[in-house]
């Protein structure tokens, strides 16, 4: 259930980070509308980030599996400079950053759904 649930945050965490460029795109060619809503993803990111913590620490607590809830506390730290970057006008830092994220948040995604759930094995 907790596996699920984290799945399809990360899902949507990752769709709204890859919309990111579309719309900062479309700003650029000259939809200046796009802005307003390059700002509104920059909002869903960061929020689908903190909800997505909140399966991957259950799942830690729950199962054992720990890298989820440390890669994505990464990807929302790094997402926060990423918002601030981009609010200071710091284009040569938001850019890049961006392109980062976008790979790190589907690569990430792609762990979450190759994650099998199940309690690690204690050794004795």
Do not use: K
């Not at 799942?59 to 990464?74: E, I, K, S």
């Not at 200071?88 to 950053?97: R, T």
């Not at 948040?105 to 994650?115: D, E, F, K, N, P």
């Amino acid at each position: 259930m907790v596996l699920g649930v984290l799945r399809w945050v990360a899902a949507a965490h990752t769709a709204a980070i890859l919309a990111q460029p579309v719309f900062a795109g479309r700003y650029l060619i000259g939809d200046y509308d796009m802005l307003a809503l390059h700002t509104l993803g920059a909002d869903v990111v960061t929020y689908l980030a903190l909800v997505q913590l909140v399966p991957s620490a259950l799942l830690w607590w729950r199962v054992g599996t720990r890298w989820p809830f440390w890669a994505g506390l990464l990807l929302f730290t790094c997402e926060s400079g990423q918002y601030f970057a981009g609010l200071s006008g710091a284009l040569d830092l938001h850019v890049p950053l961006g392109v980062a994220l976008a790979v790190f948040a589907s690569l990430m995604l792609v762990g979450i759904w190759r994650t099998d759930g199940a309690a690690p094995e204690v050794l004795p």
